[in-house]
């Protein structure tokens, strides 16, 4: 990947405005209960991170690593790297990820965690591609930019590893 084929598409200036916006609006939601906030990794890091700084309320944190991606393109497969640590039963839930595409991977964790007990699972992600989807698939409740539907790159988002320390969010 090289980094003078990105346009940036949303500057370090905008995701931080945004990421405190949101943030604002999930404690806003969450008043008076506590959150277990659940990082999707690798990806969801950066977002993450700066999301979490910005909540009021009470965060509990935990991560798993799931992915439907080889290389550049969605097996359509879910393929779980790591579990999490704490259990979910009783818990609400923010589920935190870099981006939604197709929104297998989301909707398959809101599943398994309502069919867990939670108490209620919502999905904060940085970026929602415009794109079509399948049927049946939920979007985020909270979202950060909407972006074309193409290879994204840079804050958490990566191309084969590649670019994810980026403070912009960029396409290839």
Do not use: W
Not at 48 to 56: F, T, V
Not at 77 to 90: P, Q, Y
């Amino acid at each position: 990947m090289t980094l003078d084929k990105l346009e940036v598409l949303f500057t370090p200036e905008a995701i931080a405005r945004r990421t405190a916006e949101l943030g604002a609006r999930i404690s806003a939601d969450y008043r008076g209960k506590s959150i277990l906030a659940v990082v999707l990794m690798n990806g969801g890091m950066l977002f993450g991170a700066d999301l979490l700084r910005n909540i009021s309320v009470p965060v509990q944190l935990d991560s798993v690593s799931v992915s439907s991606y080889r290389g550049q393109h969605s097996s359509g497969e879910l393929d779980f790297r790591s579990t999490m640590k704490l259990g979910v039963e009783g818990r609400h839930i923010l589920l935190i990820d870099e981006v939604f595409d197709s929104g297998l991977t989301l909707n398959a964790l809101r599943s398994r965690m309502t069919e867990k007990g939670a108490l209620s699972v919502r999905a904060a992600v940085a970026v929602i591609k415009d794109l079509p989807r399948p049927p049946g698939i939920t979007l985020p409740e909270y979202s950060g930019f909407l972006a074309p539907d193409r290879y994204l790159v840079g804050y958490g988002l990566d191309c084969d590893e590649d670019g994810r320390q980026l403070p912009f969010i960029g396409a290839l």
